[in-house]
Structure formats: C-alpha cells, structure tokens
C-alpha cells in the first residue's frame, strides 16, 4: 500500500502542480490546509470526504491483499510457480539491460521504482536537516540601486518565450509586425531597450528553476537543488530590493493554491488568481488573461498616491501551452477590469481556435503577439511613468515548438528611460534594440550580477572608499 501511494502520489503532484512531491517542505501545510477547508467547508461535506478517504484506503487494502493472494495461491502450484518465475526473470533481466545498455529494446517501458521516490525524499530530508549537501556560496546583493532609485522595477518572465521566436524563420516573420509595434510603443513613450541571450536552466517546462535561479544568482537545474535551496536562509533579489525601501510584490495569476515557496522569498504581496478576481471569460489552463493580470496590479499598486517604489516578479500564463484561445487584445485598459472586458466578436474570433496539438507552431506565434501587444499597450498606458522593465523567457517552448536539438537559449530585454543603466548593460554584452544576438551572455543565474551592477554601484565598494578617504 505503501508502494501504491507512493506512486500514484508523485504522479499525481506532477500534474497538478508541475512538481515533485516534496516532503519536507509540503507537509508542514497539510495540517494548515487541512483546517482551512474543514473550517470553510460544511460539517457533514466534511465527515463525508474524510469517511470516503478511509474507504479509499480499505478498499486499498483489499485490493491489495486479493492481488497477492492470488500471487500466493500461483506459487503453490508448480506449473504456475515456474511459468511466473520465467516471465517474472524475464521481465527483471530487461528492466536491468535497458538502464546497463543502449543496445536493449526501450519497449516495454518500465515506470521508475517508486523506492526511488522515498529514497529520494528521505536523502532530501536528510541533507535539509543535517546541512550535509552543500550549495554554492550566494552572489553579494550589495548594489546600492542608485540607478534606479525611485524607479519601480518590474521582472517579468515570459512564459515559454524562447530563442525559437527569432531563430525560426516562420516565427520571425509572424511576429516581425507585432515586435515593430512594441518597439515603437518603447520609443514612442521615451524609453529604450537592450537586449540579449542567456541560457535558461531548463527546457520546456519547470519555469520555477528558471525563476529561482536568476532571483537567487545560483544556478538551479533540477527538483532536488530547488527544494534544498528553499529550506536554506539564502538573500535574493527580493530582499535585497526591500532593504532599500521598495515594496515588494509577486504577481502570480496562474497561482490557484497554497505556495510555500513565496516564504522562501519574502514578499510583501502576492496576488494569486483568487485574490486578482478575474470575471471576464476563461482563457486557457489558468483562466487569467495577462493584460488583466498587469491591469489589475497597476490598479492595485501602481495607483496609489505617496506609495513606495515597487519591485515586481510577474510570471506571465497567456503564452503558456496549448497557446490557444488566445485573448483578445483590449485597446481600453479600463474595460479589462470589468465583467465584461471584450466585445462577443472578439471572443467569437478567440474561441473558434482550435488546439491542433500537431502543428502548436501558429498558435505559439499568435500567444507570443498578444504578449508584445499586451506589454506595448501598458506601456503607452503608463508613458507618464518611470519604471524600468525586465523581460525575460523562463524556457524554450517544448521541442514539438522549438523542434529537436534547439539550444535552451531565451531573449532578455531591459526597457528603460534611465540612459546610465542601459549603458552599464551594453558595456555588459547587451545590444540595442528588441533583437538580441549571439554569443550568449552565459547561462541565467550569471545575469543576476550584471543586473545588480547596472542597478547602482556595489555598496561595499563605496564604503570603502569612504572609509580610505576619511581623516
């Protein structure tokens, strides 16, 4: 029974969440959790689900035990006993040939061992309570900010936004006039923008690693890494913003449940899909149409008066898979906030879209277009205020996209009115204009320190300097 959860556990988290069950960190919220719907739900609802739980679990067991009786009852008969010896040495032999050599058939696949799963929560356990695995040391977050004192900072990671959208000839020429147009809203609204390639540290999926890799300037690259960071009291972008007086913000509209990882970071807010109150019609996985998403911060935040400056992480869903229906673009940035945010043609035209999961090329394109309308339009919308915006892909989209063999390459531009920061990242390997190009800078958490350097100077350093220079 053991095994049996075990398995169906982890795969179940997966697709729910993305990620893997992790224990030392997820459970601590079970009893939280647990409250929580017992207080919100109804009494008898809640003898109900736990009196359906047990029988789950008996049912279970009888399974179970039929199953390996019958395994049993098999044994005692030699006839059986040698025919399941044979299939069973059979079966082992070929799951061990296919992990010791590439010459065995791959087929029948065989899932992982889900002793695995425990072992591998058990070390994860292990190393966070004894500290025996160690992480590289964290990068210094002593930029003073100077340049961009005053300013809000917006990190924006778009979701799936790869290389793939300028190295394949078709994608380029289907997004050349939506780029055209994003750019002239940069320059039209007194800003520029620099560009660049870094490597993300996963492909496809798993935007998280990406997320907490570049904040956190260490280079994340699978489950394990990200949970033990998180259970360690590392500085990241987040607090290094609020020490120096901005308000720190997570804007997370494809967020529908509990995140422990916000603790990690320490925001001031966060705003998941339940707290944004999105009434307009569904789009997609995770219903919330970005360009509601940013309106609805700005209404939240960016407008109130004698307010701090604010550091933004917004990771974008509009152009996540399948890509399609695609929202509507809505040119009256008040009407998004409303129960009605589109007119019925549009919404015709967005919903005779159909996913053909053979060829998500058209619709990924389509996604990547609202994503530069959307980001052109917020800011014409707001030319009036100074901000500086990091944009930024958290992967490549999945290969059935981005085809076999592409690089896990994505674009970071930096859009700002402060000529001193672009300045600092040209001299940093940045290039002018939307388009970045190659060589690579370096992969993504190498980008932190660049970006802190751009920010302001190195504190430090200048209490140094200070402290040589005094009599």
């Known amino acids: 029974m053991l095994l049996v959860i075990g398995r169906y556990g982890d795969v179940t988290a997966r697709t729910l969440y993305g990620r893997d069950v992790n224990l030392y960190w997820d459970l601590r919220f079970v009893p939280a959790v647990t409250a929580l719907l017992a207080r ?271 550091f933004l992480f917004f990771p974008t869903i509009s152009t996540h898979t399948p890509y399609s229906p695609t929202p509507p673009y809505q040119p009256d940035w008040q009407r998004i906030l409303t129960d009605r945010p589109y007119d019925d043609a549009d919404l015709d035209r967005a919903f005779a879209q159909e996913v053909d999961w053979l060829n998500l090329g058209p619709s990924y394109a389509d996604a990547v277009s609202y994503a530069y309308a959307t980001l052109g339009g917020y800011l014409r919308a707001r030319a009036d205020r100074d901000f500086v915006m990091i944009l930024i892909g958290d992967h490549q989209p999945p290969a059935l996209v981005s085809g076999e063999g592409a690089p896990w390459d994505v674009p970071v531009h930096v859009i700002a009115s402060r000529r001193p920061l672009l300045e600092r990242l040209l001299a940093h390997g940045f290039r002018p204009g939307l388009a970045p190009t190659r060589p690579v800078l370096g992969r993504m958490h190498t980008l932190l320190p660049l970006l802190l350097d751009a920010f302001g100077d190195r504190e430090s350093s200048m209490k140094g300097l200070s402290s040589r220079s005094a009599p």
């Open 40 to 310: 919100a739900a109804p009494m008898r609802l809640v003898l109900l689900v736990s009196a359906a739980a047990l029988s789950v679990l008996i049912l279970l067991y009888v399974l179970v035990r039929w199953a390996l009786g019958r395994v049993g009852e098999g044994m005692a008969n030699s006839g059986e006993r040698r025919a399941l010896g044979v299939v069973g040495a059979a079966a082992a032999m070929l799951f061990v040939g296919q992990y010791l050599s590439a010459r065995v058939p791959a087929r029948p696949v065989f899932t992982m061992p889900v002793t695995q799963t425990y072992a591998r929560q058990l070390r994860l356990v292990t190393e966070a309570l004894t500290g025996s695995k160690s992480l590289a040391a964290s990068p210094a977050m002593d930029s003073d900010l100077a340049r961009v004192k005053g300013a809000d900072v917006f990190l924006i990671f778009l979701e799936s936004y790869g290389a793939v959208t300028y190295d394949r000839p078709e994608f380029a020429a289907r997004l050349a006039a939506g780029r055209a147009q994003f750019e002239s809203a940069i320059h039209a609204t007194k800003r520029d923008v620099v560009s660049a390639y870094v490597e993300s540290p996963t492909f496809g999926g798993v935007s998280w690693l990406a997320h907490i890799s570049l904040m956190s300037g260490l280079e994340v690259r699978d489950p394990q890494t990200n949970a033990l960071l998180m259970t360690q009291k590392r500085d990241t972008l987040v607090p290094a913003f609020a020490r120096h007086g901005y308000r720190t913000v997570a804007l997370m509209p494809g967020l529908w449940q509990r995140w422990p990882e916000g603790a990690f970071y320490g925001f001031d807010e966060i705003y998941g899909g339940a707290r944004l109150d999105y009434r307009g019609p569904s789009f997609g996985w995770f219903d919330v149409p970005d360009q509601f998403a940013i309106a609805r911060f700005d209404a939240l935040e960016v407008g109130r008066p004698a307010r701090a400056p604010l």
